[in-house]
């Protein structure tokens, strides 16, 4: 046999091999079990602690509530079209577009609570189809059912709003690779107060904190030191907030913050205060929702601090905002 057909050969099987992967990927992902038997009963507290997890503590509106317009400090949420869906816009360096969908009535009337749930714990629609996992999933795996079962409460309380949201747009190979990532629920209980490094961990994983606070690599996933920082985020107007680094560091991280300081902090950008400052691209500006987190009790604010002490320290400076280039 000449080289030459060697090489062909070589050539389609290698093809071959990797359509039959992709079918079976196809195929067999996303894996996770049907969506589970569940009536969700609905009583004003649940409504009520609902309302504090979805706008405060997990800041799922940060995505799914629109933005006020035109757009404020920290991404101030527009309190009138609460869960109506909001474009997203593009992941860095992707051709993607990133719609967060509507999660009123409108759009999921239809949809059992059991459905609402395995969409929110393990990243699949109502037809089983992969969620792109800029959508927290792959943390709120682990949630509490209590706290999920809340959120659902909450989310059917929501009044209508007639928006239909495209649905995200990705460009190969991330649709293939997508399949993957969703998995069944490994719940777990939400520590109590008593234990309040626990309950801090619980918090800092399920509301993003360490997510938006570790480098991540081209598919989102991890690969940074916890908590040292580094994201890069596109702002309205071009310029860039990259998160900081929270590990206790004394000179580059919050080692030098004290518990009061940590709280104050979250205190002071409350959604009105945000509401006033309209950045320009020039003048700091952020990514991290403030105003969502603010709405925090100090018992859950404190236990995140608590937590934040126990991580290893990171000797790492982050410029945590650079403006717009001049035009
Ligand atoms: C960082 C942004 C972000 C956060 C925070 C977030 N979501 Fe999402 N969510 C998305 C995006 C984006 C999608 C759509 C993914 C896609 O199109 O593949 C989505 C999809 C969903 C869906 C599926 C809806 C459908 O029509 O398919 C549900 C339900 C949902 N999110 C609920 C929640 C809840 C509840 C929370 C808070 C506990 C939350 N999300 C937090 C971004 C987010
Ligand atoms: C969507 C991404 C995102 C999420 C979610 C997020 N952060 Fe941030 N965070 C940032 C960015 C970007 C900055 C830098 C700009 C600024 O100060 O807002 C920042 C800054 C901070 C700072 C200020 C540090 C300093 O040196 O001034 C603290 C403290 C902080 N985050 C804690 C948290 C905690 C705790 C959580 C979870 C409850 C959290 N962040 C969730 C992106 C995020």
Known sequence: MSLKRIALRAGAAIVALVVLVVAAVFLIFPRVSSAPELKVETTPELVARGSYLFNSQFACGACHTPEMEPHRFSRVADEARIGAGRHM??????????????LTPTALGDWTDGELYRAIVSGVDRDGKPLFPVMPYPFYKSLDPQDVKAVIA?????????ITMPRTKLPMPLPIFMRLVPADATPQTRPDGKDEVALGKYLAFTSSCFEC???????????????????????????????????????????????EEFIARFRSR????????????HDFDTEMPWSYFAGMTDADLGAIY???????????KVTLFTPASEK
């Open 213 to 259: 606070h570790t480098k991540r690599n081209e598919r989102g996933e991890p690969t940074g030191t916890p908590f040292a920082g580094g994201n890069p985020f596109g702002l309205p107007g071009g310029a860039m907030a990259i998160s900081a680094n929270i590990t206790p560091d004394n000179e580059t991280g919050i080692g030098g913050w004290s518990r």
């Open 306 to 316: 608590a937590y934040l002490r126990t991580v290893p320290p990171i000797d790492s």
């Open 89 to 102: 816009g593009g992941v860095p360096d992707f051709p993607t577009d990133v719609y967060a969908p509507n």
């Open 270 to 281: 409350n959604a009105e205060a945000d509401a006033r400052i309209t950045p320009s691209g």
């Open 154 to 162: 909450y989310i059917r309380s929501l009044p209508p709003q007639p």
